[in-house]
Nanobody, 126 residues
Framework: QSQLMESGGGLVQPGGSLRLSCAIS????????IAWFRQAPGKEREGVSC????????EVSDSVKGRFTISRDSAKNTVYLQMNSLKTEDTAIYFC???????????????????WGQGTQVTVSS
């Protein structure tokens, strides 16, 4: 069974950048849609971005549009989230999620995804 493992979180100053990685053990062919979610303390988990394996199309939430970019490296079985111009409100635990049948259209919804990683902490603070 494939598993998802996030990495790349850490502490960064406002305006800085981080790149998160979601390494997929096994074959990426097992999944069609792979997404990033985040959950800040005391808040609901929200969808950040999603990428579709079949055509490489992506979706990005309005809250991070223009700052975050999702991408994939199929040879490395890895999906990335490049985060630029980070703000304090981006502080959260970031999760990678995947589903074998879903086609992402619009902001990803957590109930649509069947496999999840453990999460990686991102803290934006001066």
């Amino acid at each position: 069974q494939s598993q998802l493992m996030e990495s790349g979180g850490g502490l960064v100053q406002p305006g800085g950048s981080l790149r998160l990685s979601c390494a997929i053990s096994g074959s990426t062919l097992a999944y069609h849609a792979i997404a990033w979610f985040r959950q800040a303390p005391g808040k609901e988990r929200e969808g950040v971005s999603c990428i579709n394996r079949s055509d490489g199309s992506t979706e990005v939430s309005d809250s991070v549009k223009g700052r975050f970019t999702i991408s994939r490296d199929s040879a490395k079985n890895t999906v990335y989230l490049q985060m630029n111009s980070l703000k304090t409100e981006d502080t959260a635990i970031y999760f990678c999620a995947a589903d074998p049948d879903l086609y992402c259209a619009g902001e990803p919804q957590q109930q649509d995804f069947t496999s999840w990683g453990q999460g990686t902490q991102v803290t934006v603070s001066s």
